[in-house]
């Protein structure tokens, strides 16, 4: 048990966890900055990337850690609890690293030699158009990816893009367009300062725009319908459930780190009538316990359901009705973990509310980071017709 987090350590892994940790620590003091400054500072990128805590989900054969996926999850868990929006800027880089297994070997290599640390940001859906040329080397890309997490600090940016013929977009055999995710370097891009929100403020999350980048064949992939080029039972996931892998630990450490903060802060308030703190009041103690236990059990139900999946992977594949108790497992822990920290704000009185307070931080980014679309209806709509042995048709963020 360390510091109300129960993890799993050994060799590599827990050097990466005590980075982790470490790093973690510091983050508390420092999120009002990071809020008002709206990104990362410039030493905590650089101080993860000297960890290799950027290259957590990365394929071992273009420099990742080999981190176990659980491990994956703790990390996310620890930097969260030091600071929601430090915690969601780790675990976007980590995803765009992880994608790069689906890139062919030698492109995915070629790129990360001219750039050792790198990060990338952007995100999968296809908002982009991507113009064919006529030679068949690649394509014109156009497009605007909002919610670019990271992209102030990244060196290169993914997006997802449709395919267009003639004006319009190109059909595939089921009659759906054409997609793909284009990679591109970031100095090919513009940044469009957008991210003025209430919740990850400290994330710069503004919107990535390209204006007819030239975009070669080999730096494209499909991951929403084809496997990756790496065969470990991490990338045996489908693309979404190693997305949300890599998002799981986010609201655990959040959720987490509220509890921390409300038992502080009610330890040390008086109850003006009667003559003690909050804390010693039964209903606080009921309310606290019941929100502990279901945040413990959300955690255990993630990495168990982690755990067994790919056990089973390093052996078979996994059927739709399978893989969907992962993605549910994931989605089930935003859900607690939001409602977690809605009823600890409401617990917390008038105080909670200050812009000093890490309570209403913690509920603003818990809230944020549960508007992702991978938590959409649709998703939990798919994810639940695949439990139900129900054909879903393919789609972006197929489970």
Not at 13 to 31: F, K, T, V
Not at 64 to 84: K, L, M, N
Not at 167 to 172: A, D, E, I, L, S
Request: hydrophobic letters at 45%; proline letters at 5%.
């Amino acid at each position: 048990m360390t510091n109300g987090i129960t993890t799993t350590e050994d060799g590599a892994d827990s050097a990466l966890l005590e980075s982790a940790r470490r790093i973690a620590a510091g983050l508390p003091a420092r999120s009002l900055d990071i809020e008002s400054s709206g990104t990362l500072p410039a030493d905590l990128v650089k101080e993860f990337a000297q960890h290799d805590l950027f290259r957590l989900a990365m394929p071992v054969a273009l420099g990742g850690t080999g981190a176990a996926p659980r491990t994956i999850v703790e990390i996310i868990e620890e930097v969260s609890r030091g600071d929601g929006a430090t915690g969601w800027s780790l675990l976007i880089g980590n995803i765009g690293n992880a994608f790069l297994a689906w890139l062919e070997p030698e492109v995915a290599q070629r790129i990360l030699a001219d750039t050792p640390d790198m990060i990338v940001a952007g995100g999968q859906a296809p908002l982009g158009q991507a113009v064919p040329k006529a030679d068949g080397t690649g394509y014109t890309l156009a497009g605007r990816w909002p919610f670019g997490s990271g992209s102030l600090h990244a060196h290169w940016y993914m997006g997802g893009f449709i395919v267009m013929e003639d004006g319009r977009p190109k059909m595939n055999d089921w009659g759906a367009p054409v997609m793909g995710v284009a990679y591109f370097p970031a100095d090919q891009a513009e940044i469009d300062d957008t991210w003025h929100v209430a919740g990850l403020q400290g994330t710069g999350s503004h919107d990535i725009l390209a204006k007819g980048i030239d975009l070669p064949l080999a730096h494209t992939s499909v991951p929403y319908f084809e496997r990756a080029t790496y065969d470990d039972p991490l990338y045996r996931l489908t693309a979404y459930n190693l997305l949300l892998t890599v998002m799981a630990g986010f609201p655990l450490g959040v959720a987490r780190r509220a509890l921390d903060e409300t038992r502080s802060q009610l330890a040390e308030r008086k109850l003006q009538s009667a003559g003690k703190t909050y804390i010693e009041d039964p209903a606080v103690q009921v309310a606290i316990l019941t929100h502990e236990t279901a945040l413990d059990a959300a955690r255990r139900h993630v990495l168990d359901t982690l755990d067994e999946l790919l056990e089973a992977l390093a052996h078979d594949t996994l059927d739709y009705a399978e893989r969907a108790r992962l993605a549910a497992s994931v989605i089930n822990a935003y859900d607690v973990g939001r409602e977690l920290v809605q009823g600890l704000f409401r617990l917390g009185g008038t105080a909670a509310a200050l812009d000093t307070n890490p309570l209403q931080r913690c509920m603003r980014d818990l809230v944020a980071g549960s508007q992702h679309v991978a938590f959409s209806f649709d998703s939990r709509k798919r994810i639940a017709n695949a439990r139900l042995g129900l054909q879903t048709a393919p789609a972006f963020f197929g489970v």
